[in-house]
């Protein structure tokens, strides 16, 4: 009778026994995974996989440890992992907000589109025209105003970015119009690209970077 219940004991423990519970091996894993893979779905058996081969390329040694303990190290180690890429993802996405809010503030002081693109060439040399037409749309008189104007084609793709700086006063709810110009260079794909598009195909973005106002203070 007692034979039996011992029998019977062993038996229900073996049963009840995990493969996770194995101590860990190089020598028996190869074998232990195949059982393992029966036993864990396909996110624990990455998330084991990958944690086995991590702490041996950082030569951290698992021998003694069981497969669950592996396990929940993987876990813990993807938790921090998910908690610093969301740490960072709030982060890009707070300082997406305030540059947006700062170019916001900018282009309610300022703006500067473009109504016409041209090109001419003079003693061998060779330009791309611009005509300008800058508003100052503040209550302030404005001194000199530094940004980009970015030539874009209909998909949104750049096309060529000209860094803009006009230092010439521009009374409070004064529009200017302003010519400039920029070098050329037949063999640079850009400049080829921007000469060769009529401006209705262009999508021109002004991208301010500071303001500086004739009674000192400075917008940037």
């Not at 944690?51 to 041996?56: G, L």
Request: aromatic content about 10%; hydrophobic content about 35%.
């Amino acid at each position: 009778m007692k034979k039996g219940i011992f029998i019977l004991l062993v038996a229900v423990i073996t049963a009840c026994s995990s493969p996770l519970d194995r101590i860990y091996t190089e020598e028996s894993s190869k074998e232990d995974f195949k059982v393992l893979s029966k036993e864990l779905d396909s996110s624990d058996k990455k998330l084991l996989i990958g944690t086995v081969m991590r702490k041996a390329f950082q030569q951290e040694s698992i021998e003694g440890m069981t497969y669950r303990e592996i396990l929940e190290e993987g876990k813990e180690w993807k938790r921090k992992q998910e908690e610093k890429e969301a740490e960072q993802k709030a982060m890009a996405e707070k300082a997406a907000r305030e540059e947006a809010e700062r170019i916001e503030r900018l282009q309610n002081a300022v703006m500067v589109s473009c109504f016409d693109k041209g090109f001419y060439e003079a003693q061998y040399e060779e330009f791309l025209t611009y005509g300008f037409a800058i508003k100052n749309k503040s209550d302030k008189d404005i001194r000199a105003v530094k940004g980009a104007v970015v030539f874009n084609d209909v998909f949104d793709e750049e096309i060529y970015s000209l860094n803009l700086t006009y230092d010439q006063p521009i009374k409070s709810g004064e529009q200017i119009k302003w010519n400039a110009q920029s070098d050329y260079n037949q063999f640079t794909d850009e400049h080829q690209r921007l000469k060769n598009k009529e401006l209705k195909d262009i999508k021109v973005v002004w991208k301010p970077e500071k303001v500086i106002f004739t009674d000192g203070t400075t917008l940037e």
